[in-house]
């Protein structure tokens, strides 16, 4: 019988009222490997309403039993991040070890989040006026949801849900339906490590969840990561019912090479940036701009690199596993097509490459075109396949207006030895995250995460400071304690004396 994957609701397993359900595939052998299930609105209100009894307690609790649970979650995940790593690869494909990876980059915005208490701290004036007292604190908001993409079914929950726990909140997850088991791991961790029943719920779903958890009226903030077209909605309509948005969207990152890079540096972050978890990361690049004249010896070395890669079964020590669904894998291949038709020039085609690995797979190996042109789709769109574009430009200045005049801007890199040529870049690119001579910069978790332009909705970005001011309102209280000469009758606006 296929293994059933139910929500998780008010601290244990729901399997309850479930109409619907979707297949959930190993990608590296095509076959169904379980059916999760896709909560109606019934559902939903359930999963809310637990997190709603549970959100008021959690947050009166004191900053020490949060702490001690955040701790104890933490060794946890660390002692489990194997078994967390071998669900992903079973329902997204990538290679164990960069699954791994991410579950490290998780645990460390959970490290961050046990510093709660201080990340807390409050200002505090004393004597404002005469015998008057000013401070500030931070208070939960309540009830938060959190949306999450399939590329990353670890890390990206992590980049919320431990925050908004420390910083007093109750979270219901509704994490993609095509990599849904890794938050069920993350539940029962949670449960272990002692969180009230209720502060924590996985609901899986669809469209159907997800509109009924941005219109809920107990839901006080959404954090959303996933596609563009879903984050402009989601921003769009949860903001309209009254809520506090994060939207990150979709990315289209490029990677400038100026004349005087270390080639074989940038053949390296080339490769490994363009085709790890088969390009199906946000902050993937996907454009190689290259400044003349290096392109001919710049691809020369990636083509050596490419050669040497093994794409194959996650589980068996390869270099680059399959495509999440079979669907994804058809349009990706569907812009190689595009591409070559669009008169790009296909240095090495994904479509016919060996595999190691299942027949059935959703196999596509790594691409490389070069000669593209900004208007070819396999520039303009966001492929998320491991399909890497060169686009030759003449300057410093021309790379530059390319990136900028691309709508997204999750991230970029530039590679250079000329400091002052990357101290320009980073000051004039339009882009939230830039690496210099590193090809992912994805920030530290005491960092924030975000993009521009068409890759985040709202002002704050994840984790990092940004992610406490999400996550907490903030309140100043102006006392003054009872005192011999009380002020009297004074109507005017109030100063300070
Ligand atoms: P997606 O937009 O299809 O799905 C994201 C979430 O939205 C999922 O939970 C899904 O169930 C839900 N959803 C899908 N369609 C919906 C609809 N019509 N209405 C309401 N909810 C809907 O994204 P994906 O394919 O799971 O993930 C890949 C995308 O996520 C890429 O575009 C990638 O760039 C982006 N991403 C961005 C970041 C970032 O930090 N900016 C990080 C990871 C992934």
């Not at 001690?68 to 329902?91: G, H, M, N, Q, Y």
């Not at 710049?298 to 596993?321: F, H, P, Q, V, Y």
């Amino acid at each position: 019988m296929t293994r059933r994957i139910t929500h998780w609701i008010d601290g244990k397993p729901f399997g309850g009222i479930s109409e619907r359900s979707a297949d959930v595939y190993d990608p590296a052998t095509g076959q169904v490997a379980a059916q999760v299930d896709l909560a109606d609105t019934d559902t939903t209100d359930l999963a809310v309403a637990a997190a709603v009894s549970a959100a008021r307690e959690w947050a009166q609790s004191s900053l020490s039993v949060r702490t001690r649970v955040l701790f104890k979650f933490r060794e946890l995940l660390d002692s489990r991040k194997e078994d967390v790593a071998a669900a992903i690869t079973a329902e997204h494909g990538k290679v164990l070890s960069d699954a791994l990876g991410e579950v490290t980059r998780g645990l460390e915005v959970v490290e961050f989040a046990c510093g709660a208490p201080h990340l807390l701290k409050g200002g505090f004036s004393e004597n404002v006026s005469t015998k008057v007292d000013v401070y500030s604190i931070r208070q939960a908001l309540g009830v938060v949801a959190v949306i999450s993409p399939f590329n990353f079914p670890a890390m990206v929950p992590l980049w919320f849900v431990p925050i908004a726990i420390a910083t007093g909140n109750a979270v219901v997850l509704k994490p993609s339906e095509k990599a849904p088991s890794a938050s069920l791991l993350l539940a029962e961790l949670w449960e272990e490590a002692g969180l009230p029943p209720g502060v924590f719920s996985v609901l899986h779903g669809d469209k159907v969840a997800v509109d009924r958890l941005l219109t809920h009226p107990r839901v006080a903030a959404v954090s959303f990561v996933g596609s563009t077209p879903i984050a402009r909605y989601v921003y769009g309509t949860a903001t309209a019912h009254g809520k506090r948005v994060q939207a990150l969207g979709g990315a289209k990152n490029h990677m400038v090479v100026l004349p005087d890079a270390d080639l074989d540096l940038a053949a390296d972050a080339a490769v490994n940036a363009g085709f790890g978890s088969a390009g199906e990361r946000c902050m993937a690049i996907s454009a190689l701009v290259v400044v003349d004249p290096v392109a001919d010896d710049l691809i020369a070395k990636i083509l050596e690199r490419i050669s040497t890669l093994r794409t194959g079964d996650g589980r068996r020590g390869t270099d680059m596993g399959p495509l999440v669904t079979k669907a994804h894998r058809d349009k990706v291949a569907s812009y190689i097509a595009a591409g070559e038709e669009a008169g790009a020039s296909l240095v090495v085609d994904g479509r016919d490459q060996e595999f190691d690995g299942d027949e059935g797979g959703f196999w596509l190996g790594p691409t490389l075109f070069d000669q593209v042109s900004p208007e070819m789709s396999i520039y303009t769109d966001e492929i998320f396949g491991p399909v890497l574009s060169v686009l030759r430009v003449r300057s410093y200045d021309d790379a530059l207006d390319l990136v900028n005049a691309n709508p997204y801007g999750n991230g970029t890199a530039i590679f250079t030895n000329d400091g002052g040529a990357a101290r320009r870049f980073q000051n004039e690119v339009q882009v939230g995250m830039v690496g210099v001579n590193v090809p992912i910069p994805v920030p530290m978790a005491y960092y924030s995460f975000g993009g521009w332009k068409n890759s985040l909705f709202g002002d704050t970005h994840a984790h990092g400071t940004e992610g406490v001011s999400f996550f907490t309102r903030g309140k100043v209280v102006t006392s003054r304690w009872l005192d011999p000469g009380h002020g009297g009758l004074n109507l005017g606006f109030p100063q300070n004396t």
